[in-house]
C-alpha cells in the first residue's frame, strides 16, 4: 500500500541554525505534498504545500522542495526559533485526490536557544 | 471562524462504556474526516465525509466503532463498547474539496482514556 517516510525522527538544532526534514513516498500518482506543524496539546497545523506542477515553494524562513522523479521532499526551515520546536509531519497525496493523504510518522524538531 | 471544535478535550472512561466524540468542522468545509493518534501508530485516518456522506471508512478499526454526519455542522465518532487500545487521541479535521489544495484544519483533539 502508499507510504510515507520520514527522516529524522528527531532532529535538534541551535537557534539561528537551519533545519531539513526528508520525506520519501510510494504512489507515483501523489500530486500533492502538505507539511503540518504540531505543538503539544493542538492538533496539526498546515504550515506549508506544495503540488507536482512545482519544484520548490517558499514562505519566508520555510521552503519545501519536491522532485518528483526520486519520490521525495523535503522541508527547510532557516533561522530556526525557539518557537520552531513541535513535531513536523509530512503527508502526500493518495493519488491525484486533494481528499486523502497519507501521514509521516512525524519528526519532533528541537530548537536549543 | 472558530475554527474545528471537538468535544469533550478530556475523557476517562471505564472498559465496556460507550464514547461519543463530537465536532463541528469549519462553515462551508464539505469535507470531514476523522483521525487517530498515537505513539506507535501515529496519525491514522478513521473514516471521512464529502458532503456528509461517507466516502472512505476502511480506517475504522472495527465494528465497536461508528461515524455519523445528520447534517453539514455535526459529526459524531461513537466506540462500542470502548476497550483500553482505544485509548488515542482523536482528531477531527475539516477542507474544502475544491481541488486547490489548502490541507486540512484540524480540531484540538479528544484524548481518550478507557480503563
Known amino acids: 500500500g502508499e507510504n510515507v517516510e520520514q527522516h529524522p525522527s528527531t532532529l535538534s538544532v541551535q537557534e539561528g541554525d537551519s533545519a531539513v526534514i526528508k520525506c520519501t513516498y510510494s504512489?507515483?500518482?501523489?500530486?500533492?505534498f502538505p507539511w503540518y506543524k504540531q505543538e503539544l496539546g493542538k492538533g496539526p497545523q498546515l504550515i506549508i504545500d506544495?503540488?507536482?506542477?512545482?519544484g520548490e515553494k517558499k514562505d519566508q524562513r520555510i521552503a519545501v522542495t519536491l522532485n518528483k522523479t526520486a519520490k521525495h521532499f523535503s522541508l527547510h526551515i532557516t533561522e530556526t526559533q525557539p518557537e520552531d520546536s513541535a513535531v513536523y509531519f509530512c503527508?502526500?497525496?493518495?493519488?491525484?485526490?486533494?481528499?486523502?493523504?497519507?501521514f509521516g510518522p512525524g519528526t519532533s524538531l528541537s530548537v536549543i536557544p | 471562524d472558530a475554527g474545528v471544535i471537538q468535544s469533550p478535550r478530556h475523557e476517562v472512561t471505564e472498559m465496556g462504556q460507550e464514547v461519543t466524540l463530537r465536532c463541528k468542522p469549519i462553515?462551508?468545509?464539505?469535507?470531514l474526516f476523522w483521525y487517530r493518534q498515537t505513539m506507535m501508530r501515529g496519525l491514522e485516518l478513521l473514516i471521512y465525509?464529502?458532503?456528509?456522506?461517507?466516502?472512505?471508512d476502511s480506517g475504522m478499526p472495527e465494528d465497536r466503532f461508528s461515524a455519523k454526519m445528520p447534517n453539514a455542522s455535526f459529526s459524531t465518532l461513537k466506540i462500542q463498547p470502548s476497550e483500553p487500545r482505544d485509548s488515542a487521541v482523536y482528531f477531527c479535521?475539516?477542507?474544502?474539496?475544491?481541488?486547490?489544495?489548502?490541507?486540512?484544519?484540524f480540531g484540538s483533539g479528544t484524548r481518550l482514556t478507557v480503563v
Open positions: 479535521a475539516s477542507s474544502s474539496r475544491d481541488g486547490l489544495g489548502g490541507g486540512y484544519t
Open positions: 504512489d507515483s500518482a501523489s500530486n500533492y
Open positions: 506544495i503540488r507536482s506542477n512545482v
Open positions: 503527508a502526500a497525496s493518495i493519488g491525484t485526490s486533494y481528499d486523502k493523504v497519507i
Open positions: 462553515s462551508g468545509h464539505n469535507s
Open positions: 465525509f464529502n458532503n456528509n456522506v461517507p466516502i472512505d
